[in-house]
């Protein structure tokens, strides 16, 4: 008889678990709450149009690339890849923007041309930075936090000075161009903490950027979920929709099933992908290794406001992937991290994921999305959500000199109370626990329960981080703590 898991939530972390889990023999079932898979990576379909209600951007395709290969595939087996070009643009003013392509060498030409020299202190910095993602990304990241001696290696130990430095720090050192500054601190905010709390090592963040470029999967990001979905069904992985997880059962200090939607599943193991401070909500207190002032003391990653916006018709001067920095970071920044609020004149970033893929909207017209990055906890109303669109949908016709508001045939929003409705997200939170220095690697909540047996945790609160390659990375190192704790279970 074959060992059975129940894995919680149908995220990144989760599907991956559950294919290497279902690959060496146990039996799997995967209970998601919402009527679809993929957690925050959903998709909303209206009107024609097709919308990633979550993650937009495809980087670090070798991560992706490995996951399918330890089962013998490859991505291109589900979905196809196209490199962008350009990867992004940022706008500082009116008519005013600097364009990332899509190789080094044209990286280092925009550079150059707005700081005379910069191209060979960029050259020198994403070499650098190259070195930390072979370190981190190839190796350090696949370690399962649970001791401190992972991070020391013969590599790390000539490094050690870049985790007690800054990537703000290091970028401000190098480089004078405020606007360029901007630009390479921008790749670490998808870890959910300023550039000044994130250390140097991290700039491998930097090297995925312009080292290896952005991507988009044809028909959206959601074409990865439903490959990892297609895999985890084909290796014979069960997944139940919505299945509301009401209790994680826990009998003689060991977990053994779940209750969803008020039926009791038995398992050998549990594993959950969903929010890690929810799913420790779901045991009885003497089994939470983790208590709400524990919680409060995190650095969080910030919510979002998103909106999910129709066109009809295209648009101009914008391209897929297109940021808008003409207000101060800082100031955003302090509303975010260090006096939580809404902030006056927020940054934000667009997709125009249409101008890559025709699927995504009908011919002539444009699927928009835009993201407003907050503090966890705000107040979320609706009159806040409108008058935030009214913002940033002025500042974007006058920035890029074209008139949108006249051509919008619906918008969809989804802010903090979205976040903790679909996915029970601690304080509404979108990308998961910042990756500070005291929140990297064996300081992150733990994998496996220290008061439950036999109970696992996944996703962007443990290790390795937040984001959807760390997300894939998760999974599989959850799921071998779980094959080296069950070994003779198999």
């Avoid at 409060?296 to 018709?313: H, I, N, Q």
Wanted: glycine letters at 6%; aromatic letters at 14%.
């Amino acid at each position: 008889m074959k060992t059975t898991v129940n894995i919680i939530g149908s995220g990144f972390s989760s599907l991956a678990a559950s294919c290497y889990l279902a690959q060496v023999g146990f039996d799997v079932t995967i209970f998601e709450k919402n009527k679809t898979i993929g957690g925050r990576a959903r998709q909303l379909k209206k009107e024609g149009f097709t919308f990633d209600i979550g993650p937009t951007w495809y980087w670090m395709p070798d991560v992706f690339e490995r996951f399918f290969s330890d089962f013998g595939k490859k991505p291109s087996d589900y979905y196809t890849l196209e490199k962008l070009n350009p990867a992004y643009s940022v706008y500082f003013g009116k008519n005013d923007f600097i364009t990332i392509e899509d190789t080094l060498e044209k990286i280092e030409k925009a550079f150059e041309k707005e700081e005379p020299g910069s191209s060979k202190k960029l050259r020198k910095f994403i070499n650098e930075a190259k070195s930390n993602y072979n370190i981190a990304i190839k190796d350090l990241v696949y370690n399962p936090g649970v001791s401190p001696l992972e991070l020391i290696t013969p590599a790390t130990i000539k490094k050690i000075n870049q985790f007690f430095s800054t990537i703000k720090q290091d970028v401000r050192k190098t480089f004078k161009n405020e606007r360029l500054i901007q630009i390479l601190e921008f790749p670490v905010l998808f870890l959910g903490a300023k550039p000044s709390d994130t250390p140097s090592f991290y700039s491998f963040m930097n090297y995925a950027d312009f080292g290896l470029g952005t991507f988009h999967p044809k028909k959206g990001m959601y074409q990865v979920i439903l490959a990892l979905e297609k895999l985890a069904k084909e290796l014979g992985v069960t997944i139940k929709t919505g299945a509301n997880i009401e209790k994680i059962m826990v009998e003689n200090g060991e977990a053994k099933g779940l209750v969803s939607n008020g039926e009791t599943f038995y398992s050998d193991i549990v594993v959950s992908g969903a929010d890690y401070h929810h799913t420790e909500s779901l045991l009885e207190k003497p089994f939470r290794q983790y208590s709400e002032s524990y919680w409060r003391k995190k650095t969080f990653a910030p919510s979002s406001l998103l909106f999910y916006v129709g066109f009809d018709k295209k648009l101009k001067n914008v391209n897929h992937h297109t940021l808008f920095f003409d207000v101060d970071f800082d100031v955003h920044a302090e509303a975010i991290y260090d006096n939580p609020k809404w902030p006056k004149n927020p940054l934000f970033y667009a997709s125009f994921p249409s101008m890559t893929d025709d699927s995504a909207a009908p011919k002539g017209n444009e699927a928009g999305i835009f993201l407003i990055p907050l503090a966890p906890g705000l107040e979320d109303t609706n009159e806040l959500r409108e008058k935030y669109f009214e913002k940033i949908i002025t500042r974007f016709e006058d920035l890029t000199s074209q008139n949108v508001r006249d051509h919008i045939i619906f918008k969809e929003s989804f802010c903090i109370n979205d976040f903790i409705k679909d996915y029970n997200s601690y304080r509404g939170n979108a990308y998961g626990m910042a990756n500070t220095l005291m929140q990297t690697a064996f300081l992150r909540p733990k994998l496996k329960s220290k008061k439950a047996g036999n109970l696992f945790f996944t996703g962007q609160l443990t290790v390795p981080g937040p984001g959807v390659p760390p997300s894939l990375i998760s999974g599989k190192l959850v799921a071998d703590l779980v094959i080296k704790h069950h070994p003779i279970l198999v």
